[in-house]
Protein backbone atom coordinates (compact mmCIF):
# COMPACT_ATOMS: atom_id res chain seq x y z
CA UNK A 1 0.00 0.00 0.00
CA UNK A 2 1.17 3.75 -0.47
CA UNK A 3 1.92 5.94 2.13
CA UNK A 4 -1.12 8.00 4.01
CA UNK A 5 -1.08 11.49 4.15
CA UNK A 6 -2.53 13.48 7.42
CA UNK A 7 -3.17 16.90 6.99
CA UNK A 8 -2.04 18.55 10.47
CA UNK A 9 -3.27 22.31 9.48
CA UNK A 10 -6.59 22.03 11.82
CA UNK A 11 -6.26 25.25 12.99
CA UNK A 12 -6.12 26.91 9.89
CA UNK A 13 -9.25 29.09 9.21
CA UNK A 14 -11.25 29.35 6.20
CA UNK A 15 -11.96 26.46 3.84
CA UNK A 16 -10.18 23.51 3.70
CA UNK A 17 -7.88 22.57 0.90
CA UNK A 18 -7.96 19.87 -1.48
CA UNK A 19 -5.49 17.29 -1.32
CA UNK A 20 -2.18 18.23 -3.49
CA UNK A 21 -1.50 15.92 -6.55
CA UNK A 22 1.45 14.92 -4.36
CA UNK A 23 -0.84 13.71 -1.85
CA UNK A 24 -3.61 11.99 -4.25
CA UNK A 25 -0.94 10.30 -6.12
CA UNK A 26 0.72 8.82 -2.71
CA UNK A 27 -2.53 8.21 -0.98
CA UNK A 28 -3.73 5.59 -4.08
CA UNK A 29 -3.22 2.07 -4.01
CA UNK A 30 0.16 1.05 -5.06
CA UNK A 31 0.85 -0.71 -7.79
CA UNK A 32 -0.01 -4.74 -7.88
CA UNK A 33 2.22 -7.63 -6.91
CA UNK A 34 1.86 -10.39 -9.54
CA UNK A 35 1.43 -14.05 -7.90
CA UNK A 36 4.66 -16.05 -7.91
CA UNK A 37 4.74 -18.41 -10.84
CA UNK A 38 4.27 -21.95 -8.34
CA UNK A 39 1.16 -20.03 -7.59
CA UNK A 40 -0.29 -19.72 -10.97
CA UNK A 41 0.57 -22.89 -12.87
CA UNK A 42 -2.32 -24.77 -11.41
CA UNK A 43 -4.55 -22.43 -12.56
CA UNK A 44 -2.88 -22.56 -15.95
CA UNK A 45 -2.95 -26.74 -15.79
CA UNK A 46 -6.61 -26.70 -14.85
CA UNK A 47 -7.54 -24.44 -18.12
CA UNK A 48 -5.38 -26.03 -20.27
CA UNK A 49 -6.56 -29.37 -18.95
CA UNK A 50 -10.35 -28.31 -19.54
CA UNK A 51 -9.58 -26.95 -23.12
CA UNK A 52 -7.81 -30.48 -24.20
CA UNK A 53 -11.17 -32.00 -22.81
CA UNK A 54 -13.38 -29.16 -24.85
CA UNK A 55 -11.38 -30.29 -28.32
CA UNK A 56 -11.40 -33.58 -27.54
CA UNK A 57 -15.13 -34.34 -27.18
CA UNK A 58 -15.94 -31.67 -30.00
CA UNK A 59 -13.28 -30.82 -32.45
CA UNK A 60 -10.56 -33.51 -32.83
CA UNK A 61 -9.33 -36.29 -31.12
CA UNK A 62 -6.21 -38.55 -31.44
CA UNK A 63 -6.48 -42.13 -32.10
CA UNK A 64 -3.35 -45.05 -31.90
CA UNK A 65 -3.76 -47.07 -34.59
CA UNK A 66 -2.70 -50.76 -33.20
CA UNK A 67 -2.83 -53.07 -36.27
CA UNK A 68 -1.68 -53.25 -39.92
CA UNK A 69 -4.95 -53.90 -41.26
CA UNK A 70 -5.02 -49.98 -42.83
CA UNK A 71 -1.65 -50.12 -44.55
CA UNK A 72 -0.35 -48.70 -46.75
CA UNK A 73 -2.94 -45.48 -45.69
CA UNK A 74 -2.09 -46.03 -42.07
CA UNK A 75 1.16 -47.55 -40.42
CA UNK A 76 0.57 -49.73 -37.23
CA UNK A 77 1.34 -47.10 -34.33
CA UNK A 78 0.66 -44.27 -36.04
CA UNK A 79 -1.65 -41.36 -34.59
CA UNK A 80 -4.63 -40.26 -36.46
CA UNK A 81 -6.72 -36.92 -35.60
CA UNK A 82 -10.68 -37.77 -36.03
CA UNK A 83 -12.75 -34.64 -37.12
CA UNK A 84 -15.43 -34.76 -34.48
CA UNK A 85 -17.16 -31.52 -34.84
CA UNK A 86 -18.89 -32.31 -38.49
CA UNK A 87 -21.13 -34.84 -37.26
CA UNK A 88 -22.63 -32.65 -35.16
CA UNK A 89 -23.85 -30.84 -38.23
CA UNK A 90 -25.86 -34.05 -39.36
CA UNK A 91 -22.86 -35.02 -41.78
CA UNK A 92 -22.94 -38.76 -42.27
CA UNK A 93 -20.04 -40.86 -43.41
CA UNK A 94 -20.02 -41.16 -47.36
CA UNK A 95 -18.10 -43.65 -49.34
CA UNK A 96 -14.27 -43.33 -49.28
CA UNK A 97 -13.34 -42.01 -45.66
CA UNK A 98 -11.70 -43.61 -43.29
CA UNK A 99 -13.75 -44.07 -40.31
CA UNK A 100 -13.32 -44.58 -36.73
CA UNK A 101 -16.30 -46.16 -35.00
CA UNK A 102 -17.27 -47.96 -31.76
CA UNK A 103 -17.08 -52.24 -31.89
CA UNK A 104 -20.22 -53.07 -33.06
CA UNK A 105 -20.89 -56.07 -31.64
CA UNK A 106 -17.66 -57.69 -30.04
CA UNK A 107 -15.19 -57.29 -33.43
CA UNK A 108 -12.43 -57.10 -30.91
CA UNK A 109 -13.73 -60.34 -29.08
CA UNK A 110 -10.51 -62.14 -30.22
CA UNK A 111 -8.53 -59.15 -30.20
CA UNK A 112 -7.76 -58.36 -26.66
CA UNK A 113 -7.14 -54.78 -26.18
CA UNK A 114 -4.16 -53.95 -24.01
CA UNK A 115 -5.35 -52.81 -20.40
CA UNK A 116 -3.93 -48.82 -20.25
CA UNK A 117 -2.20 -47.71 -16.62
CA UNK A 118 -4.43 -44.96 -14.67
CA UNK A 119 -2.08 -42.38 -15.76
CA UNK A 120 -2.79 -43.30 -19.09
CA UNK A 121 -6.89 -43.34 -18.53
CA UNK A 122 -6.70 -39.67 -17.64
CA UNK A 123 -4.59 -38.42 -20.37
CA UNK A 124 -6.60 -39.98 -22.62
CA UNK A 125 -9.33 -39.17 -20.93
CA UNK A 126 -9.07 -35.04 -20.87
CA UNK A 127 -7.40 -35.66 -24.55
CA UNK A 128 -3.39 -35.27 -23.89
CA UNK A 129 -2.72 -38.23 -25.29
CA UNK A 130 -4.32 -40.74 -27.97
CA UNK A 131 -7.05 -43.16 -27.16
CA UNK A 132 -5.87 -46.33 -25.74
CA UNK A 133 -8.10 -49.20 -24.24
CA UNK A 134 -11.13 -48.48 -25.72
CA UNK A 135 -13.02 -50.33 -27.84
CA UNK A 136 -12.92 -48.42 -31.40
CA UNK A 137 -11.95 -49.58 -35.01
CA UNK A 138 -10.83 -47.82 -38.08
CA UNK A 139 -11.51 -48.99 -41.40
CA UNK A 140 -12.49 -47.51 -44.59
CA UNK A 141 -16.18 -46.98 -45.88
CA UNK A 142 -16.95 -48.81 -48.68
CA UNK A 143 -20.74 -48.62 -48.83
CA UNK A 144 -23.60 -46.60 -47.52
CA UNK A 145 -27.68 -46.95 -47.15
CA UNK A 146 -28.55 -48.50 -50.70
CA UNK A 147 -25.53 -49.83 -51.89
CA UNK A 148 -25.07 -53.28 -53.52
CA UNK A 149 -21.52 -53.87 -52.39
CA UNK A 150 -19.95 -57.35 -54.02
CA UNK A 151 -16.88 -59.17 -54.67
CA UNK A 152 -16.25 -62.41 -56.99
CA UNK A 153 -13.27 -63.97 -57.14
CA UNK A 154 -9.98 -61.71 -56.80
CA UNK A 155 -11.97 -58.59 -57.53
CA UNK A 156 -12.77 -56.32 -58.67
CA UNK A 157 -14.32 -55.02 -55.45
CA UNK A 158 -18.11 -53.82 -57.04
CA UNK A 159 -19.93 -50.76 -55.40
CA UNK A 160 -23.79 -50.89 -57.40
CA UNK A 161 -22.22 -52.82 -60.14
CA UNK A 162 -19.38 -50.22 -60.47
CA UNK A 163 -15.79 -52.02 -60.61
CA UNK A 164 -13.77 -49.55 -58.45
CA UNK A 165 -9.93 -48.83 -59.17
CA UNK A 166 -8.38 -49.23 -55.62
CA UNK A 167 -4.84 -47.80 -55.28
CA UNK A 168 -4.92 -47.79 -51.82
CA UNK A 169 -5.13 -51.91 -51.02
CA UNK A 170 -2.15 -52.96 -49.73
CA UNK A 171 0.80 -53.67 -52.23
CA UNK A 172 0.74 -57.46 -53.56
CA UNK A 173 -3.40 -57.70 -52.19
CA UNK A 174 -6.23 -58.66 -54.25
CA UNK A 175 -9.23 -56.15 -53.88
CA UNK A 176 -11.31 -59.54 -52.70
CA UNK A 177 -10.41 -61.87 -50.72
CA UNK A 178 -10.94 -66.00 -52.37
CA UNK A 179 -12.10 -67.23 -48.94
CA UNK A 180 -16.05 -67.98 -48.19
CA UNK A 181 -16.46 -64.75 -46.21
CA UNK A 182 -14.64 -62.77 -49.16
CA UNK A 183 -17.22 -63.67 -51.22
CA UNK A 184 -20.12 -61.83 -51.08
CA UNK A 185 -22.97 -60.07 -52.39
CA UNK A 186 -24.88 -57.49 -49.62
CA UNK A 187 -26.51 -53.84 -49.62
CA UNK A 188 -26.54 -51.86 -47.03
CA UNK A 189 -29.35 -51.43 -44.92
CA UNK A 190 -30.87 -47.39 -43.48
CA UNK A 191 -28.49 -46.02 -41.15
CA UNK A 192 -25.64 -48.61 -41.65
CA UNK A 193 -21.87 -48.38 -43.56
CA UNK A 194 -20.26 -51.53 -45.07
CA UNK A 195 -16.59 -51.48 -43.80
CA UNK A 196 -13.65 -52.95 -45.35
CA UNK A 197 -9.57 -52.61 -44.91
CA UNK A 198 -6.53 -51.60 -47.03
CA UNK A 199 -4.54 -54.26 -46.28
CA UNK A 200 -7.43 -56.71 -47.17
CA UNK A 201 -6.04 -60.16 -46.58
CA UNK A 202 -4.82 -59.47 -43.13
CA UNK A 203 -8.30 -57.06 -42.00
CA UNK A 204 -11.33 -58.47 -39.90
CA UNK A 205 -13.62 -56.34 -41.17
CA UNK A 206 -17.89 -56.13 -42.37
CA UNK A 207 -16.58 -59.47 -44.82
CA UNK A 208 -15.80 -61.59 -41.30
CA UNK A 209 -19.02 -60.94 -39.56
CA UNK A 210 -22.20 -61.25 -41.52
CA UNK A 211 -23.08 -64.04 -39.27
CA UNK A 212 -23.15 -61.63 -36.82
CA UNK A 213 -26.72 -60.38 -35.80
CA UNK A 214 -25.79 -56.71 -38.03
CA UNK A 215 -24.74 -59.03 -40.65
CA UNK A 216 -21.18 -57.24 -40.70
CA UNK A 217 -22.61 -53.33 -40.86
CA UNK A 218 -21.67 -50.66 -38.91
CA UNK A 219 -24.89 -48.68 -37.64
CA UNK A 220 -23.79 -45.01 -38.52
CA UNK A 221 -24.60 -44.46 -34.26
CA UNK A 222 -21.64 -45.90 -33.84
CA UNK A 223 -19.04 -43.66 -35.73
CA UNK A 224 -16.96 -41.48 -34.01
CA UNK A 225 -15.52 -39.50 -36.93
CA UNK A 226 -13.72 -39.67 -39.97
CA UNK A 227 -9.81 -39.74 -39.92
CA UNK A 228 -8.58 -36.46 -41.40
CA UNK A 229 -4.84 -36.59 -40.47
CA UNK A 230 -1.69 -38.88 -39.88
CA UNK A 231 -0.40 -36.71 -37.01
CA UNK A 232 2.64 -38.43 -35.70
CA UNK A 233 5.53 -39.71 -36.39
CA UNK A 234 6.54 -36.44 -38.22
CA UNK A 235 7.76 -38.81 -41.41
CA UNK A 236 4.50 -40.45 -42.02
CA UNK A 237 2.40 -37.22 -41.67
CA UNK A 238 -0.05 -36.86 -44.46
CA UNK A 239 -4.23 -36.63 -44.83
CA UNK A 240 -6.71 -39.16 -46.10
CA UNK A 241 -8.93 -38.00 -48.72
CA UNK A 242 -11.37 -39.59 -50.57
CA UNK A 243 -9.74 -41.99 -53.72
CA UNK A 244 -10.95 -40.49 -56.88
CA UNK A 245 -12.05 -43.70 -57.32
CA UNK A 246 -15.59 -43.03 -55.33
CA UNK A 247 -16.65 -39.87 -57.19
CA UNK A 248 -17.17 -41.67 -60.67
CA UNK A 249 -20.32 -40.82 -62.26
CA UNK A 250 -22.99 -42.97 -61.86
CA UNK A 251 -21.74 -44.91 -58.68
CA UNK A 252 -24.66 -44.11 -56.25
CA UNK A 253 -27.47 -46.75 -56.82
CA UNK A 254 -30.27 -45.95 -58.51
CA UNK A 255 -33.49 -44.79 -56.56
Not at 38 to 67: D, H, M, N, R, Y
Request: charged share 20%; proline share 11%; glycine share 10%.
Amino acid sequence: MGDVVIDARTDREGPEDGPSDEAASASGPGPKRSRPFWVELPLLAGVALVLAFLIKTFLLQAFLIPSGSMQNALQEDDRVLVDKLTPWFGSEPTRGEVMVFRDPGDWLLRHPVQEPNPAQKFLSFVGLMPSVGEQHLIKRVIGVAGDTVECAGTGPLKVNGKPLAEPYVFPGNTACSTDADGQFKVTVPSGHLWVMGDHRQSSQDSRYHQNDPRAGMVPVTDVVGRAVVVAWPVGHWSTLPVPSTFEQPGLAPAP
